[in-house]
């Protein structure tokens, strides 16, 4: 295999000795194994603060089969590139947001230095033959200032995102550079057709280019090709963590149920969730069917993120409000309706604490994947699977589609389709999950590594 220089914003490779690696985050054993087999490299920032550009450090670590690469930024080139940009620009305007885009020229000027400076320090690093992996909308400049610096390795690109309809993402008043920028690469991955119809549409209709099909594309002077790559996870690993996790977290918890069904959410606390929607389908469901109070218990884990972010600060107000809401309104002596928590959970506790719910409530309002609703339906117990209610707006929706489809801003349906599924037969429910874990297992994430780098190492465009 040719070594693989892979870019992303952050760098978190595995701990050597790291227990089970089923329960460690899909993604990044699928780098640590992609990186391995290649003797690769991972480069990105190093969550340091540098004091000043002078004293940005460049570390460099070996480890087993790989190195791991990673630069300090400075303080105002944080803010700039990863808070005002990346996180506040770029982010709303990929999950159809761009009512919460706050927009600032200073900030896209970070965001390009930042790019030019991951390109010229790997650029440093490039030798022939190697392929180039850049991960994420952090990034999306980094080709062509490798290119600029005489970088004609294959180059891919994959965008974790959703990719919007070109009307949104016209919204954005960089768009063109970004994407002018973004077609120096040589293969572009989005997960789902949605997003792929989405990019090819924008490259046809607002860039002027050439699209014969997806593997032959013409614009902005260059040729390239996109593909759909689905992200998954390692299904089996994941399962037998499942089973096998039998440590406090889910001792506590089991307690606490004291034998209520769970209904679970587990997300990042972000807006693209859609938890106050979630919420609000809850107290639909408790109450136009009262017989489900007190035998069941909603569990919101959603740990802070991006607490920089102003509009996350509005909604982690608005998220006690509700929850405070609905539990003030049906919580009685011995029962709490919701439990509304912001820790964050280990992977092994997560992969326990799935494998109990009886429901999984993944309802994004955008979500380019969400990898939650596949580790849900992995930790199932086959002879007793939960059910998972799935948004339509998730990428993972395209796949799993012997879920419990809902529309999350249709609070009253979401509600319903909660009813539905805490009265489904175990019949139904078995062959629903059957379904799902035949697809995950056949798309898996190892699968989807391979097949990207491989394309990547195809020939390149022909004629
Ligand atoms: P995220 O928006 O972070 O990622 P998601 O796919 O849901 O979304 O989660 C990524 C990982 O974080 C999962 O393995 C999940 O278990 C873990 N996680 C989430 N919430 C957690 C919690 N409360 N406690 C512990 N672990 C938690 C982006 C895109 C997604 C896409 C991924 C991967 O937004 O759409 O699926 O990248 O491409």
């Known amino acids: 295999m040719r070594r693989l220089l892979l870019l992303s914003n952050r760098v978190t490779p ?11 985050g899909g993604l990044a054993v699928a780098i640590h194994d992609a990186l391995s087999e ?18 940005r450090r460049l570390n460099t670590e070996e480890k087993e089969h790989y190195q791991v690469t990673t630069i300090d930024l400075t303080e105002a080139e944080l803010e700039g590139y990863y808070n005002g940009y990346s996180n506040g620009v770029l982010w709303p305007i990929l999950h159809y947001r761009a009512d919460l885009m706050e927009y600032h020229s200073a900030h896209f000027e970070a965001y390009r230095r930042v790019n030019e400076l991951f390109a010229e320090q790997l650029a440093q690093q490039v030798r022939p033959g190697d392929l180039i992996w850049i991960h994420d909308y952090h990034l999306l400049l980094v080709a062509q200032e490798l290119r600029k610096r005489g970088v004609d390795n294959p180059i891919g690109f994959f965008l974790h995102t959703p990719f919007p309809a070109p009307e949104a993402l016209t919204a954005l008043p960089n768009h063109r550079e970004l994407m002018e920028g973004l077609c120096h690469c040589d293969l572009i991955g989005l997960q789902t057709r949605t997003d792929l119809r989405a990019f090819l549409d924008y490259l046809r209709f607002e860039a002027g280019g050439k699209v014969l099909d997806e593997e032959r594309i013409e614009c902005f002077g260059r040729r390239l090709r996109a593909g759909c790559f689905p992200i998954s996870i390692d299904p089996d690993g994941f399962a037998q963590a499942a089973a096998q996790v039998r440590n406090e977290a889910r001792r506590r918890l089991l307690i606490s149920l004291d034998g209520r069904r769970l209904l679970l959410g587990v997300d990042r606390l972000d807006y693209t969730k859609g938890l106050p929607q979630r919420i609000l389908s809850y107290e639909h469901l408790l109450e136009h ?26 909604l982690r107000r608005r998220l006690e409000e509700l929850s405070g809401h609905v539990n003030g309104r049906f919580a009685e002596l011995d029962w709490v309706p919701l439990r ?20 999984a409530l993944v309802t994004p309002l955008r979500d380019g994947m969400n990898l939650v609703a596949k580790e849900y339906v992995a930790a199932q117990d086959p002879e007793d699977p939960g059910v998972l209610l799935l948004s339509r707006f998730a990428g993972a929706a395209h796949e799993l589609d012997a879920a419990l489809i ?24 078995q062959e629903r999950w059957q379904a799902m874990m035949e697809v995950i297992r056949a798309q898996d994430v190892t699968r ?16």
């Open 38 to 55: 290649s003797h690769g490299l991972w480069f990105g920032w190093s969550g340091r603060i540098a004091e000043s550009e002078t004293e």
């Open 340 to 359: 509304y928590v912001n820790r964050g959970l280990s992977r092994s506790a997560l992969a326990g604490v799935l494998r109990i719910a009886s429901v």
């Open 14 to 24: 595995l701990q050597t000795g790291a227990g089970n690696r089923g329960a460690t």
């Open 448 to 463: 989807w590594w391979r097949s990207f780098v491989t394309r990547l190492a195809e020939d390149a465009w022909e004629a």
């Open 406 to 429: 809902v529309n999350p801003l249709d609070y009253e349906a979401t509600g319903e389709a909660l009813h539905q599924a805490l009265a489904m037969s175990l019949e139904e429910r």
């Open 289 to 314: 069917h009262p017989e489900h109070r007190r035998r069941i218990a909603f569990l919101q884990i959603a740990p802070h993120s991006r607490s920089e972010v102003p509009e996350y600060i509005h």
